[in-house]
């Protein structure tokens, strides 16, 4: 017996591995044939594996990455597990064999990377000191995406006013997070200023140091800014206050009151003779010069005059003013007042006043005035003469105006004086002696009872008269 398949095999076995109909014949001994076939079916589609992951990144946010493999009827990983889904926490490849139900297997498999670095949290602080200069701290953080402070406050930024210990969290875009903190010290000690002063009760004219301590910067009420300064206060009381700032910026103020004792006044000559002898046209400088009690570098001299028969007084410019062919030129800061001018114009100045007026800012200090006297002569040295006499005196006649004491001082008086007060009809008023002491005559006489108005006055000796001049009293 023989066997013929249709692909012309004649081995009784065979083996097919696609579907379709295979037939045989089949030749007995005696030659008759016959006919068989049978049909064969297939499936051997591969499995269609896959894997699906829930991330295929690890970070501190998302710590585990969940694979789910699909596509089979059974699966096993390359660790043997044998669940369609599994959980990993490590980055690496993970890889599953998916069986089909027809028994045909495949292969997938996923990454899974890793990011999980921490954060790296930092705050910067303006100042870590709090102190009277720097009353604010400006905290700012950085290093993620997001902030937590202490508070539950979210800005990046922040400030601060109070002393303490302030901490953030910092998450980074991988959700990871750190914490940072930070001290802020706090020195707000306010200084202890203090003065010593030199002294606290001086004399007109007299200086004093003050001296200021407790700090490292100074500024005195004055506008000076070293610890020590030296100052002439005016008379009455004077209060100086300094402002002490220490290292850390606070600052405390102290004062102290300089009291100066004595009486503001002006004083000058009574009267200076203009009466001329020749050559008339020599030129003469007559200077008159007052003193002023007390007087600080912020006093203000003003000059002005009068002419005899005139009631009102007209203004000495700063920079002078001419009275015909005669100069006044006030010098500039003092109290003194040059008259300049030929011997022979000096002569029509006789009978006029001059008045000088000493200010401090808005206040009068005081005034005094001089006549310009034509009962004398006039000679090289300038020297007062009086009409019957050649001793040579200085009086001074204080306060001017009187209220109720009149003082009277006679400087290089010799003999016994007379003063004497005469109203403007010459009807004499009062009358006192006056003895030298050491060549000095003191007046004080009480006037309390004169009627107010223009007196003259007039000190005289056993040789003639010395001296004349305008006394106002102020009821």
């Known amino acids: 017996m023989s066997y013929r398949w249709e692909d012309n095999s004649t081995n009784a076995v065979r083996t097919v591995t696609t579907a379709g109909t295979y037939s045989v014949t089949v030749i007995a001994a005696n030659g008759c044939t016959a006919t068989a076939s049978v049909g064969i079916t297939g499936n051997a589609t591969a499995a269609q594996a896959s894997v699906a992951a829930s991330t295929t990144v690890l970070s501190c946010a998302s710590p585990s990455a969940s694979l789910t493999a699909s596509g089979g009827v059974s699966y096993r990983w390359e660790d043997n597990s044998t669940n369609p ?6 980055a690496g490849t993970y890889s599953v064999t998916v069986t089909a139900a027809n028994g045909c297997t495949a292969t997938a498999s996923v990454s899974i990377t890793g990011n999980a670095t921490a954060a790296q949290a930092s705050i910067a602080a303006s100042t870590t000191a709090l102190s009277c200069a ?26 601060v006013s109070t002393s303490g210990t302030y901490s953030v969290t910092v998450t980074a875009a991988n959700g990871c997070t750190a914490t940072a903190s930070v001290t802020v010290s706090d020195d707000k000690t306010t200084p202890t200023a203090e003065i010593m002063a030199s002294a606290t009760t001086v004399s007109a004219g007299q200086s004093i140091t003050l001296t200021a301590s407790g700090g490292i910067t100074y500024q005195w009420s004055t506008g000076a800014t070293a610890a020590t300064i030296v100052q002439t206060p005016p008379i009455g009381s ?5 402002t002490v ?27 200076l003779c203009v009466k001329t002898v020749p050559p008339d046209r020599d030129e003469v400088t007559l200077p008159i010069t007052m003193t002023v009690s007390g007087a600080p570098a912020a006093y203000v001299y003003s000059w002005s005059y009068k002419a005899p028969k005139s009631t009102n007084y007209k203004d000495i410019a700063a920079k002078g003013t001419s009275i015909g062919k005669v100069d006044f030129k006030p010098v500039t800061g003092t109290p003194t007042l040059r008259i300049v001018g030929a011997k022979g114009n000096l002569n029509g100045l006789q009978g006029y006043l001059v008045r000088l007026t000493v200010t401090l800012g808005t206040e009068v200090i005081g005034s005094a005035e001089t006549l310009l006297d034509g009962n004398c002569e006039l000679g090289n040295s300038n020297t007062r003469q009086g009409v019957f006499t050649a001793e040579a005196v200085q009086v001074l ?53 004169f009627s107010g108005g223009l007196y003259l006055l007039q000190v005289e000796t056993a040789n003639g008269v010395l001296h004349r001049q305008r006394v106002l009293m102020h009821r």
């Open 397 to 449: 006649v204080y306060p001017n105006p009187v209220v109720e004491v009149l003082q009277v001082e006679i400087k290089g008086l010799s003999q016994p004086a007379k003063v004497g007060l005469f109203d403007l009809q010459g009807r004499q008023r009062g009358q006192w002696s006056v003895e030298p002491v050491e060549g000095v005559g003191q007046l004080k006489a009480a006037v309390t009872d």
């Open 134 to 159: 720097t009353p604010v701290v400006s905290l700012t953080a950085s290093g993620g995406v997001s902030y937590r402070w202490e508070d539950n406050s979210t800005s990046a930024t922040r400030t």
């Open 245 to 271: 700032t220490n290292a850390s910026g606070c600052s405390a103020t102290a004062s102290v009151s300089i009291t100066v004792t004595g009486t503001r006044s002006v004083v000058g000559p009574a009267s």
């Open 238 to 242: 004077t209060v100086y206050s300094v």
């Open 85 to 90: 889904v599994r959980t990993v926490t490590t």
